[in-house]
């Protein structure tokens, strides 16, 4: 199982992923993005084991996290160089969640993210 987040100035959508690549829950909360970003990356890390346990499994069975982050990302070091919309600038938000959760976090640009998803669910 898999979680990918999409992170936007509005909202957070996520969803929990199989190993097949379907869909099986999902959500959406608001990002109440003019807060401190350690406030949003908090309400994240809560969020990925609110909706593995609405799985009726745990933050345990997750092997990783995916998030798509508007703005210019660093994906090699996980680290938002801007995003005017999160009011974020060098942050390191890759290894803020992974050391929340425990596990493998990978960032994109939302666009690209969104991009790659709609070429394997064709």
């Known amino acids: ?3 990918g987040i999409d992170l936007g100035g509005t909202n957070i959508t996520a969803g929990v992923v199989n190993q097949e690549g379907h869909i099986i829950y999902k959500s959406s909360v608001s990002t109440l993005a ?3 970003i350690e406030g949003i990356v908090e ?4 969020w ?9 499994c745990s933050i345990s069975d997750i092997k990783s996290v995916s998030i798509g982050c508007p703005g210019t990302v660093d994906n090699k070091d996980g680290i938002v160089a801007y995003s005017c919309n999160l009011r974020m600038q060098n942050t390191e938000l890759g290894l803020m969640l992974e050391k929340k959760l425990g596990k493998p976090v990978s960032l994109d640009n939302d666009a690209n993210t969104a991009q790659l998803s709609a070429k394997l669910h064709k």
């Open 48 to 56: 990925c084991v609110d909706i593995a346990d609405g799985t009726s």
């Open 34 to 36: 003019q807060r401190p």
């Open 43 to 46: 309400d994240v890390a809560n």
């Open 1 to 3: 199982m898999y979680i």
